[in-house]
């Protein structure tokens, strides 16, 4: 029964990502953030580390989330709904180095702004590139959420590029991790936005959260 009940589940998954998704809003500034009236989940990682990949992966297209190759793209909050089911909401990455000290305070004030005060959102998914695991840029943010209350999920990605030695040493630090820190669950997910490894185990992830 229960293998049954996920395969519905996982189907019922990959149909709400078949629907239509478009771009709501960017905002800059805390003030532009639009009415908080669906369920949100976030994705936040340091620069460069695939977060608008990803996304394009678990929406089976290749343009709605524009990527760039040059860490530090994304400058805004980035809202995308859903079939008017959830708000897919890309964060600024951080950690990136090449921007003037007050503009990265600028991004991370928005950041934190945007992570405690939304009562919509239901779970923010922390992207760690497989080839580096946790930088201290991360414990930051997860001591951050810790104390914020709000539920994170690892999701590490690039699989693909990654050796396996590279794989299991970002696990075994996972593991670690989840030991430490409070807010954050026990399970991660692997990905590679190219090869579309783990993206039905992100989109069922999403999906119960709605």
Not at 66 to 84: A, K
Request: proline share 3%; glycine share 6%.
């Amino acid at each position: 029964m229960e293998t049954t009940t996920a395969a519905v589940q996982q189907d019922e998954a990959s149909a709400l990502f078949a629907r239509p998704c478009h771009f709501v809003a960017g905002a800059a500034q805390l003030d532009q953030l639009p009415p908080s009236s669906l369920s949100e989940v976030a994705f936040v990682g340091r620069s460069n580390v695939g977060k608008s990949s990803l996304i394009n992966a678990l929406l089976g297209r290749k343009t709605l989330v524009r990527t760039s190759r040059h860490p530090g793209h994304t400058q805004q909050i980035n809202f995308f709904e859903l079939d008017g089911c959830l708000y897919l909401v890309d964060l600024p990455g951080y950690g990136f180095a090449a921007v003037s000290r007050r503009t990265r305070a600028l991004w991370d004030a928005l950041i934190a702004g945007y992570l405690k005060d939304r009562p919509m959102l239901k779970r923010v998914f922390l992207l760690v590139d497989s080839r580096h695991g946790f930088k201290e840029s991360d414990r930051v943010l997860m001591a951050f959420l810790d104390e914020a209350a709000v539920t994170y999920q690892c999701v590490f990605t690039k699989s693909d590029k990654a050796t396996e030695e590279e794989c299991q040493c970002a696990k075994e630090k996972f593991a670690c991790a989840a030991s430490c820190y409070s807010a954050i669950l026990p399970s991660c997910l692997e990905t590679s936005a190219i090869k579309r490894t783990g993206i039905k185990e992100v989109q069922h992830a999403i999906y119960m959260c709605c």
